[in-house]
């Protein structure tokens, strides 16, 4: 919520009033108000580079695993489960994507999903725009060795 609202999108509860972007109001998002937004925007290409691959919601989803790693006791990811689905439906009458299920929907607290319904931006592995930005396969066309390395 927070990356929409800084974008100029509302989010607003069953009576019309503004709320704060944070994951205790996602339950109570009734609609969403998209007309603040910059019309640049829609003039821009935007690729979000993504490490994961899980859903918005469900049990590979945003508040079942990340919740956990972030301290979330049993109850608070329930919550956030609980809030993400309505988030979900509210967003699924915005857009034609499958919010609920896209693939790295649920990055970075759902961040993933509000890039692409917000943006119109499209999430792609991490390591497939690296390689394109740095031109990997011409780079080693004739290589007799790469070397590569990964972790810690």
């Known amino acids: 919520m927070g990356m929409a609202q800084a974008l100029g999108v509302r989010f607003l509860d069953a009576d ?6 944070n994951g205790g109001n996602l ?10 937004c910059d019309p640049r925007l ?7 580079a993504c490490d994961v691959d899980n859903p918005l919601v469900g049990a590979r989803g945003a508040a079942a695993v990340f919740g956990p790693q972030k ?3 049993p ?6 489960e609980q809030g993400l689905q309505n988030y979900a439906r509210v967003l699924q009458q915005l857009t034609e994507i499958n919010v609920c299920q896209m693939a790295g929907g ?12 917000f943006l119109n931006a499209d999430i792609k592995p991490g390591i ?9 396969a011409q780079a080693v066309q004739g290589a007799a060795l790469v070397i590569t390395g990964e972790g810690p």
């Open 16 to 21: 019309g009033q503004p709320l704060a972007a």
């Open 75 to 80: 109850e608070m990811v329930e919550e956030l």
């Open 106 to 117: 649920g990055a970075a607290g759902g961040m993933g999903i509000a890039a692409a319904v």
């Open 71 to 73: 301290g979330a006791t």
């Open 42 to 48: 829609a003039n821009c290409h935007i690729e979000v």
């Open 27 to 36: 339950a109570r998002v009734a609609s969403i108000e998209m007309n603040e």
């Open 128 to 136: 497939e725009i690296v390689l394109n930005a740095v031109n990997l």
